[in-house]
């Protein structure tokens, strides 16, 4: 098992690290050429910038029984397919219960951007959502 962290963009890379450090869990961080991330205790791999290309690098890498953290649907779903477990920053766990409404809600946020509404933007990161994601991670490990 490894933790695969799709890192452009993503607040929780050190909290990550904290928790499989405790597990003594694998991390690949997996970024682009704009958001090189080093971290000790990790691999990191970089990629060229280009649409979607750390997150097909990810689906090329991630296994069945892989952790997979990122914030993207699409690449959330992809992983599911692979039989990972995927949580986002917030601690919330994709399944195949919730993806297809995530989904949709995404499809339906692209069409409104491109009528020329745009969604409210995200509020400032809080320390609940710091919580619920160890806590999510955390029971991951202790529920395998």
């Not at 890192?7 to 050190?14: L, S």
């Not at 280009?50 to 892989?66: I, Q, T, W």
């Not at 609940?128 to 160890?134: G, H, L, M, T, Y």
Request: contains cysteine.
């Amino acid at each position: 098992m490894t933790i695969l962290i799709d890192a452009d963009g993503c607040p929780v890379v050190n909290l990550t690290l904290q928790v499989a450090k405790r597990f003594s869990v694998p991390v690949t961080i997996l970024c682009d050429t704009s958001h090189q991330i080093e971290r000790e205790g990790a691999q990191t791999l970089v990629f060229d910038k280009g649409a979607d290309s750390v997150d097909f690098a990810l689906v090329n890498r991630v296994k069945p029984g892989d952790i997979v953290v990122t914030q993207d649907y699409g690449l959330a779903s992809m992983c599911l397919a692979k039989c990972a477990r995927v949580l986002n920053q917030n601690g919330l766990e994709y399944t195949a219960d919730n993806i297809d409404a995530l989904m949709l809600r995404r499809y339906e946020n692209k069409k409104l951007l491109r009528a020329g509404k745009h969604p409210k933007g995200s509020a400032k990161r809080t320390k609940e959502q710091d919580e619920a994601f160890i806590t999510t991670l955390t029971n991951i490990f202790v529920t395998i």
